[in-house]
């Protein structure tokens, strides 16, 4: 099992940036993929960024591409989402999942997920 918890989320004008982190313990060496998604009120929750753990393979839904950056710390167990240019429609609960076998844009093959951190952007 792998806990994950984030952190960095807040308030911020459009235009603006923030960096979320996800912190990893436990069975970190069972990580394949780390994730990012989100869910705006009435929302499904929906795909944003992924890595590769080991190899560092990034990708990103098309509403992010350009704007945000998904990296990690392998010596910290942590990923990161800096997330620039932001948007109202960027708002949402952000989660950090991890994957065991497979990078993949559903949330149906994240084994583990944080409890999320709140980004409000406002106009």
């Known amino acids: 099992q792998v806990q994950l918890v984030e952190s960095g989320g807040g308030l911020v004008q459009a235009g603006g940036s923030l960096r979320l982190a996800c912190a990893a313990s436990?069975?970190?060496?069972?990580?394949?993929?780390m994730g990012w998604f989100r869910q705006a009120p009435g929302k499904e929750r929906e795909f944003v960024a992924a890595?590769?753990?080991?190899?560092?393979?990034?990708y990103y839904t098309d509403s992010v591409k350009g704007r945000f950056t998904i990296s990690r710390d392998n010596t910290k167990n942590t990923v990161y989402l800096q997330m620039n240019s932001l948007k109202p429609e960027d708002t949402g609960v952000y989660y950090c999942?991890?994957?065991?076998?497979?990078?993949?844009?559903?949330?149906?093959?994240?084994?583990?997920w944080g409890p999320g951190t709140q980004v409000t952007v406002s106009s």
């Open positions: 999942a991890a994957a065991s076998t497979a990078m993949r844009i559903t949330s149906a093959a994240y084994n583990n």
């Open positions: 436990g069975r970190t060496s069972s990580m394949y993929a």
């Open positions: 890595m590769r753990w080991s190899s560092g393979i990034t």
